[in-house]
């Protein structure tokens, strides 16, 4: 399975994007899928997961601003990001299970 990450952009502070990331093949049994981010000079961050019971976990720095979901029948997991702020400006990289990775891409909230 590869996993093609899209929808980053350059936004406003308080703006919002959507990220997308499609799986080649199906997703329904990769028991977790999620999203982490990268911005330059700091450490790899893990911004959401969801499991395959629908279960959320979020960082404490974007929980309440972002909304991860995914849809089995379309092979594809969101990252809904709200509220966005200077600091969420990174690559963010989608995954699946302990083998999938997706390639970055990038997210540049100006203030």
């Known amino acids: 399975v590869q996993l093609q990450a899209s929808g980053g952009g350059l936004v406003q502070a308080g703006g919002s994007l959507r990220l997308s990331c499609v799986a080649s093949g199906s997703i329904s049994s990769i028991i977790v899928m999620g999203w982490y981010r990268q911005a330059p000079g700091r450490q790899r961050e893990l911004v959401a997961t969801?499991?395959?019971?629908?279960?959320?976990n979020y960082a404490g720095s974007v929980k309440d601003r972002f909304t991860i979901s995914r849809d089995n029948a379309k092979n594809t997991v969101y990252l809904q990001m709200n509220g966005l702020k200077a600091e969420d400006t990174a690559v963010y990289y989608c995954y699946g299970g302990y083998d999938y990775w997706g390639q970055g891409t990038q997210v540049t909230v100006s203030s």
């Open positions: 969801i499991y395959s019971s629908g279960r959320t």
